[in-house]
């Protein structure tokens, strides 16, 4: 889950570091801290990530964020920029769960190709075919060496140099 860190001013209002993505008036899209796509408030300096639109609270000054009119019908009301489409075209997912890691969609379809074309594994992270739910192509390195099976060729007890 993204978070946004404590920034400029001690109230964490100033943006420093994020910057809004071209697209025109009225578009309200911009890019967090943590790299990951977001919803920028009217005040132009808070960048709330997507996962946190229409979560039921504030994050915007002014309250745009959980707008009654983009809120009312998720996702179909939503602007599209914050909404990500999962293998099953009837599920989606919002745009920053996309290649964090974790298998939001249920199929992996936010971690793999076709459907989405990601990174490979983090630094964080051991590259192997999971046999853990949560995740798809790579599991977090503090999962190594624990002595539990998380991948299903093992290498996560016996390859991965731990965290």
């Not at 293998?87 to 769960?97: A, H, R």
């Not at 969609?105 to 989405?116: N, Y």
Request: with cysteine; glycine share 10%; net charge negative.
């Amino acid at each position: 889950m993204n978070k946004i860190f404590p920034q400029g001013d001690g109230d964490g209002n100033a943006a420093a570091g994020t910057k809004a993505l071209p697209g025109g008036e009225g578009v309200q899209t911009c890019v967090t801290l943590m790299n990951r796509t977001g919803f920028l408030c009217h005040d132009r300096r808070r960048c709330v990530p997507a996962s946190r639109v229409c979560d039921g609270v504030r994050t915007c000054a002014q309250g745009e964020d959980e707008d009654e009119a983009m809120c009312r019908d998720v996702p179909q009301s939503l602007p599209s920029f914050l909404v990500a489409r999962c293998g099953d075209p009837s599920s989606w997912i919002y745009s920053d769960q996309k290649c964090d890691g974790i298998n939001n969609c249920g199929d992996c379809s936010d971690e793999l190709s076709p459907v989405t074309a990601c990174p490979p594994c983090g630094p964080g992270w051991w590259r192997c075919p999971s046999i853990v739910f949560k995740y798809c192509d790579c599991i977090p390195r503090v999962l190594c060496r624990d002595h539990t099976q998380h991948c299903s060729d093992w290498s996560d007890e016996y390859s991965c140099p731990g965290p």
